[in-house]
């Protein structure tokens, strides 16, 4: 049996087909932001501190509920075996939560360095272009003036130019420097 086709109208939102409608997934950041959270606060001394004042609780509370016969839910006879079974727990849940936010650190300080190799690149270009500029202007300098350019030559020639540049300045009057500005 021929399967009947139908009309998909494009101007118009898709909408739910059903019972079986497709539900949003949760957000893989979202979920990276969390593994980094857990991450940050199993790593805390309030965390430590805490962890042990739970231990310290659960087994003095399993010690004297054993001598009164009370409600008890562990045995210190038998080596606090739901005690140790809670933190066998939480730390095989830990350990690929802490593992998923270090590989998110990792991705990041990975971009983090190939943005700086970049910038790094781009400086170093930077500064090769000025170091060719600086010899041609040398080069320019010791054509023109028939002797050889220094370095102090140099300093002493654009000294002059800054001067006369000053003098310029001063003698256009303040009014035509803040018009032109």
């Known amino acids: 049996m021929a399967r009947a086709s139908r009309k998909v109208a494009l101007d118009a939102p898709r909408g739910r087909t059903g019972v079986l409608?497709?539900?949003p997934q949760p957000s893989r950041d979202r979920f990276g932001r969390f593994t980094e959270w857990i991450a940050r606060a199993m790593g805390t001394p309030t965390f430590l501190l805490m962890l042990t004042l739970f231990c310290a609780v659960w087994m003095t509370y399993t010690i004297i509920a054993e001598a009164h016969d009370w409600w008890r839910f562990d045995s210190a006879q038998l080596g606090f075996t739901a005690l140790t079974l809670i933190l066998s727990l939480q730390a095989s849940y830990a350990a690929p939560?802490?593992?998923l936010a270090?590989?998110?650190q990792d991705d990041r300080d990975?971009?983090?360095i190939e943005q700086d190799r970049q910038r790094a690149e781009r400086?170093?270009?930077d500064t090769?272009?000025?170091a060719?500029?600086?010899v041609a202007l040398r080069m320019a300098l010791t054509d023109v003036s028939g002797q050889v350019v220094t370095r102090e030559v140099?300093?002493?020639e654009l000294r002059a130019l800054l001067e006369q540049l000053d003098e310029d300045h001063a003698a256009r009057g303040p009014d035509t420097a803040a018009h032109q500005e």
């Open 21 to 23: 409608s497709r539900t």
């Open 97 to 99: 939560l802490i593992l």
């Open 102 to 104: 270090q590989n998110r």
């Open 110 to 112: 990975r971009v983090q």
């Open 123 to 125: 400086n170093l270009a």
């Open 128 to 130: 090769e272009y000025l």
């Open 132 to 134: 060719r500029e600086v």
């Open 154 to 156: 140099l300093r002493q």
